[in-house]
């Protein structure tokens, strides 16, 4: 093996294509994968990522501005794919005031799934990738949410709340 950075440098231009083209039939036969194994490692890897990106912010701040304002629309469009995919109001009571909608975590493990996936965004995105499953989740407003939060009951389930029926 050579040292000679010069070297190494122009063996890794002729191998560039042959790498390439690799990537390309690795691509082909197994899509998505690469992703996920770079997914994977990230979330193995969270001090390096972070790390790394605030190095490589630091060096440029407008990039970080540019991101962060991407970051903002895609977790808005994320959010109202979530609250359209649990139906666009509080399974409770009925309440569809946007702004007012959450997810609710029916078997109370909230706090534990943040934790796994990485805040409020994380959830949504982790139930994107399963599919929206109906099971243990669901749409509320912020009421029944906060009312369901040390008993796992809503107090509207005990007052028989009309706004159901109507
Ligand atoms: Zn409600
Ligand atoms: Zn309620």
Same mark, same amino acid.
């Given at each position: 093996?050579t040292?000679d950075p010069a070297k190494i440098q122009a063996r !890794?231009?002729?191998?560039?294509?042959?790498?390439?083209?690799?990537?390309?039939?690795?691509?082909?036969?197994?899509?998505?994968?690469?992703?996920?194994?770079?997914?994977?490692?990230?979330?193995?890897?969270?001090?390096?990522?972070?790390?790394?990106?605030?190095?490589?912010?630091?060096?440029?701040?407008?990039?970080?501005?540019?991101?962060?304002?991407?970051?903002?629309?895609?977790?808005?469009?994320?959010?109202?794919?979530?609250?359209?995919?649990?139906?666009?109001?509080?399974?409770?009571?009925?309440?569809?005031?946007?702004?007012?909608?959450?997810?609710?975590?029916?078997?109370?493990?909230?706090?534990?799934?943040?934790?796994?996936?990485?805040? !409020?965004?994380?959830?949504?995105?982790?139930?994107?990738?399963?599919?929206?499953?109906?099971?243990?989740?669901?749409?509320?407003?912020?009421?029944?949410?906060?009312?369901?939060?040390?008993?796992?009951?809503?107090?509207?389930?005990?007052?028989?709340?009309?706004?159901?029926?109507?």
């Amino acid at each position: 093996m050579t040292k000679d950075p010069a070297k190494i440098q122009a063996r !890794n231009v002729r191998r560039r294509p042959y790498h390439r083209e690799l990537a390309a039939t690795k691509r082909r036969e197994k899509p998505g994968a690469h992703a996920a194994y770079m997914r994977d490692w990230r979330a193995a890897n969270r001090e390096k990522v972070r790390a790394y990106d605030r190095e490589y912010y630091r060096l440029h701040p407008r990039k970080r501005l540019h991101d962060q304002q991407k970051q903002r629309v895609k977790r808005a469009a994320l959010r109202s794919e979530m609250i359209a995919a649990y139906g666009s109001a509080c399974a409770c009571c009925g309440e569809a005031q946007y702004e007012f909608l959450t997810i609710e975590h029916m078997n109370r493990d909230g706090g534990r799934h943040r934790k796994q996936v990485g805040g !409020n965004a994380g959830v949504w995105l982790d139930l994107k990738r399963r599919g929206w499953p109906k099971d243990g989740y669901a749409v509320m407003c912020m009421n029944c949410n906060w009312g369901r939060r040390f008993t796992g009951r809503c107090p509207h389930e005990d007052s028989h709340v009309e706004a159901i029926a109507s």
